[in-house]
């Protein structure tokens, strides 16, 4: 079993930046064969997809909401996926979950039917 544990969430004002981080845990190296990604989802809202990351970080995928003020990238060696989100609007309000593709997917995953581990999510709030 893969666990996965967001922290770096907290209360912002609008324009300011957070950095969350997603560490795995479980499976020794397994953070090396996974996909890897970003949701949110606000109060009465459905989930939805943020930021996506293939299991080399070479490839990207975002939500058109974000592009331009998200970034996703990993560190493998630390078992860990960062998202740092600059520019942040009040819209941007939710609860963030870390999530992990074992499929051995080449490109980054970018659905939620990409999916197979979650954390438990950690809430970002931003003030106007």
């Known amino acids: 079993q893969v666990q996965l544990v967001e922290s770096g969430g907290g209360l912002v004002q609008a324009g300011g930046s957070l950095r969350l981080s997603c560490t795995t845990s479980?499976?020794?190296?397994?953070?090396?064969?996974?996909?890897m990604g970003w949701f949110r989802q606000a109060s009465g809202a459905e989930r939805e997809f943020v930021a996506g990351?293939?299991?080399?970080?070479?490839?990207?995928s975002y939500a058109d909401s974000v592009k331009g003020r998200f970034s996703i990238s990993r560190d493998n060696p630390k078992n860990t996926v960062y998202l740092q989100m600059n520019t942040l609007k009040p819209e941007d309000t939710a609860l963030y979950y870390c999530?992990?593709?074992?499929?051995?997917?080449?490109?980054?995953?970018?659905?939620?039917?990409?999916?197979?581990?979650w954390g438990q999510g950690i809430q970002v709030t931003v003030s106007s």
């Open positions: 999530a992990a593709d074992r499929s051995l997917r080449s490109g980054a995953p970018d659905r939620s039917g990409h999916f197979d581990y």
């Open positions: 479980g499976r020794t190296g397994i953070n090396y064969l996974m996909g």
């Open positions: 990351i293939s299991r080399s970080g070479g490839s990207t």
